[in-house]
Nanobody, 116 residues
Framework: QAQLVESGGGLVQPGGSLRLSCAAS????????MGWYRQVPEKQRELVAT???????NYADSLKGRFTISRDNAKNTVYLQMNSLKPEDTAVYYC??????????WGQGTQVTVSS
């Protein structure tokens, strides 16, 4: 019954891949821009990627080409495909739902650790 539920995090080798999922309620998914952010200790939460209700995407410049955000409107789910993972990608990844006029929703976060 949580508004946003993330899954798919874990431990992966450098160069490997992970696919994160964020399941949202229909009322949120149909009206909010969805996104992924990440945070490491003692650093501010940073944008990874966003996707609008119409499918327009935006990525952090440093992550273009390796990460892909997508959404499945039938499943009310947002995905983050992460390829060619590097140790510096290690972080807690948070799902976000944003609307300019309404309060944001945040998932609880899922840990991604890239290590050999």
């Amino acid at each position: 019954q949580a508004q946003l539920v993330e899954s798919g995090g874990g431990l992966v080798q450098p160069g490997g891949s992970l696919r994160l999922s964020c399941a949202a309620s229909r009322s949120i998914f149909s009206r909010y821009t969805m996104g992924w952010y990440r945070q490491v200790p003692e650093k501010q939460r940073e944008l990874v990627a966003t996707i609008t209700t119409s499918g327009t995407t935006n990525y952090a410049d440093s992550l273009k080409g390796r990460f892909t955000i997508s959404r499945d409107n039938a499943k009310n789910t947002v995905y983050l495909q992460m390829n060619s993972l590097k140790p510096e990608d290690t972080a807690v990844y948070y799902c976000n739902a944003h609307n300019y006029y309404l309060s944001d929703y945040w998932g609880q976060g899922t840990q991604v650790t890239v290590s050999s």
